[in-house]
């Protein structure tokens, strides 16, 4: 009975339960086998958990100027509706009419000649 009862200690031992157990305190402990407290977080390393990377194309159709179809040159954006153009471009945009007083993207109303 002694025998029985041993080896049925050691199968309990030995279940994947058990053994998953084990395995999640031996992973808590360190070297010296002294359990290691929780590190508070960093604000750094959420900081950088929350920055998502992407692509520098996927940002290549918010770096256009509408007018010329290029990367902006000198970005100049209009306070009214918040679109950005190229200097020159909408220095030009504004001599060619000197009538012209609205944006030339979404033609927000300026005001008045800019």
């Not at 998953?20 to 992973?27: T, Y």
């Not at 990377?53 to 007018?67: E, M, P, T, V, Y």
């Not at 290029?70 to 954006?77: C, E, P, S, V």
């Amino acid at each position: 009975q002694k025998a029985l009862v041993r080896e049925s200690s050691q199968s309990k031992a030995s279940s994947p339960k058990s053994s998953v157990k084990s395995m999640a305190e031996s992973s808590s402990k360190n070297i010296l086998g002294k359990r290691e407290e929780p590190e508070e977080d960093d604000p750094e390393d959420e900081q950088a958990r929350l920055v998502k990377r992407i692509k520098k194309s996927d940002l290549h159709a918010h770096l256009k100027c509408s007018l010329c179809k290029g990367f902006y040159r000198d970005a100049h954006t209009i306070n009214e509706c918040l679109d950005t153009f190229c200097k020159s471009c909408i220095i030009k945009h504004f001599c060619e009419d000197p009538n012209r007083e609205k944006c030339p993207k979404c033609k927000t109303h300026l005001g008045g000649r800019p």
